[in-house]
């Protein structure tokens, strides 16, 4: 079996779009490793857990984590959910490709 591709998906609080993106990934394709990560970290929005349980994604364990967690570890891809957190992750050394991406709230 190949190693899972690792993805880290950011955005500024990692509170909803990161987490979305981090939970739905991780239970649609077992080939990727999925992370989420905030550059301003807050906790988790009870509307991100809620739209997940409605399409019968698990939820559990999701938290809001600061991205400072991941700068030692190396991530295939790095995708940023907003165009602020796409100004901040750019010097991620750990990142074999930075894809920009933006969601409005």
């Known amino acids: 079996m190949s ?6 998906f950011v955005c500024v609080a990692n509170s909803a779009r990161s987490l979305l993106a981090e939970a739905l990934l991780r239970h649609t394709d077992p080939r990727f490793e999925a992370f989420s990560a905030g550059s301003e970290p807050s906790e988790v929005d009870p509307r991100t ?9 698990d ?13 030692a570890e ?11 957190s796409a100004s901040e992750c750019l010097p991620m050394p750990s990142a074999g490709e930075v894809i920009a991406w933006d969601f409005p709230d």
């Open 3 to 8: 190693p899972a591709i690792k993805v880290l």
């Open 59 to 71: 939820a559990t364990g999701l938290r809001s984590k600061s991205i400072s967690e991941f700068q």
């Open 74 to 84: 190396r991530f295939d891809y790095v995708i940023t959910l907003c165009d602020k």
């Open 49 to 57: 857990t809620q739209a997940l349980e409605a399409v019968g994604v």
